[in-house]
């Protein structure tokens, strides 16, 4: 008993709960009993069922830290993230970096220079950066040098101005508990043809643009990969002219809507050729898109070059492109105009940080993806508030109702009148509601066991 109290007096939980509460009065003593090692003891998962599965892993410590990160879902990811715990174990999770190295040089080749292995390390990483502030007393973004801005200006991602869906991790529909009945099963997976009527149509994507005008978002984005826009075949990545019409009688109900006061973007999900797409961005010229979105396989730089050259709209794309290496030729060639890469998925917080150092001194606006939980949004919210060149940060989640509930220690609703302002307590700034999570996890999988 004695041991356990003095081993509590001296450890970092009770630092940090003290520091919370009493500052720099008890912040100075406590840091003279501070160790010189802070070991991690295990990593756990969890994954909880919103509209995509929210991926979560934890990192414990000897000192009672815990840390938490989000993974971009993935087929066995949480299976990847328990062999990587090996690896870890005993390890400071301060020596970020280090740490990363040590990941990426076991998994070279299961991973190499990009998959679904910088899904598991990119959750990793944020979770040991969370634990490094809080050892500390102070956010990640003081970590990350700083920040530029208070407050994260967030854009609402609508989808196809349809009820929202719930995917899978190979983007199945699916009818997880919170979805009412009638919304269900409209289609059997996202690249299914449409059967019936197709939901995509001007009304909706009005009436979608002005609901979420009016929760006081200042930047939306719409799909034009909907059904109706599939041309004469859905295999060639050929568009029609109708479907380029309906493309352009979607976007401009949504302008027409919301006024040019609002920013406006356009997700293509890389379904066209170079050469049909280049006519849907003449054509929607005239509403002045804030950007175009992965007009065209990730995979062929040649080919966006060949679109971003030839349109006025900026294109975006980084969403499927893995650490600095994958983004270095778009961005030093400006075959993108806004990068937008995925804090869950591209490696971690320093690598994003290197793509926006660089993608800085080209000039380019960094807007990143995120399909996340609260926990995965606020990380990437740490990063943007700590670059400069920071433009929006997505939010893909409005339809969820239990998004907010999933973390406590941050003003409710998170995100409001379009921004999240920054948590300034240490690490992350929030803690999971594991009750919260726990009534929508994922059938099957551990939880945090
Ligand atoms: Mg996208």
Redo the contacts with the bound molecule.
């Keep these: 008993m004695v041991l356990a109290t003095v081993r509590y007096i001296l450890s970092e939980r009770a630092r940090t709960h003290w520091r919370s509460r009493y500052g720099v009065i008890v912040a100075c003593p406590c840091r003279l009993w501070a160790r010189n090692q802070l070991k991690i003891t295990r990593l756990k998962t969890a994954v909880v069922e919103g509209n995509f599965d929210w991926t979560f892993v934890r990192i414990e410590t000897d000192e009672g830290i815990q840390g938490l990160g989000e993974c971009f879902f993935a087929p066995g990811l949480t299976s990847i993230l328990r062999s990587l715990e090996p690896l870890l174990m005993g390890e400071d999770p301060r020596d970020v970096h280090r740490l990363f190295r040590k990941l990426q040089l076991a998994t070279s080749g299961a991973g190499s220079v990009a998959g679904i292995i910088y899904n598991a390390i990119s959750g990793i990483e944020a979770a040991v950066w969370d634990v490094f502030g809080q050892s500390l007393g102070v956010p990640i973004y003081r970590l990350l040098g700083g920040k530029f801005r208070d407050q994260v200006r967030i854009y609402a991602d609508c989808h196809g101005g349809e009820a929202l869906e719930s995917l899978d991790e190979v983007l199945r529909s699916r009818p997880p508990s919170w979805i009412r009945q009638k919304a269900r099963h409209r289609r059997k997976d996202y690249y299914a043809p449409t059967e019936g009527e197709p939901p995509a149509s001007p009304k909706a994507y009005r009436a979608r643009a002005l609901a979420m005008k009016a929760q006081g978002y200042s930047a939306l984005k719409f799909d034009l990969d909907v059904p109706g826009t599939e041309g004469f075949d859905a295999h060639n990545r050929c568009l029609s002219n109708r479907a380029i019409d309906h493309m352009v009688n979607l976007i401009g109900a949504v302008r027409d809507a919301v006024g040019n006061e609002i920013d406006l973007a356009a997700?293509c999900?890389w379904r066209y050729s170079a050469s049909d797409v280049i006519k849907v961005a003449h054509a929607l010229e005239p509403f002045r898109l804030l950007w175009l979105?992965?007009p065209v396989p990730p995979e062929s730089v040649e080919a966006l070059r060949a679109v971003a050259s030839r349109v006025k709209v900026p294109i975006a794309t980084g969403?499927n492109l893995f650490l600095f290496e994958g983004f270095r030729e778009i961005l030093e060639t400006h075959a993108v105009g806004v990068a937008t890469p995925d804090l869950q998925k591209v490696g971690g917080l320093s690598i994003a940080r290197q793509i926006a150092e660089f993608a800085d001194g080209q000039t380019i606006p960094i807007a990143p993806?995120n399909i996340s939980s609260p926990i995965g949004t606020l990380t990437s919210a740490q990063f943007c508030a700590a670059i400069p060149n920071f433009l929006l940060l997505e939010f893909h989640a409005s339809e969820v109702p239990f998004w907010n509930d999933l973390v406590e220690g941050i003003p409710q609703p998170i995100i409001q009148k379009g921004r999240i302002c920054l948590p300034d307590k240490p690490g992350l700034g929030v803690r999971l509601n594991e009750k919260v999570a726990r009534k929508y996890a994922r059938k099957g999988e551990p939880f945090f066991e």
Excluded: G, N, R, S
């Design positions: 997700d999900h979105e992965d969403e993806h």
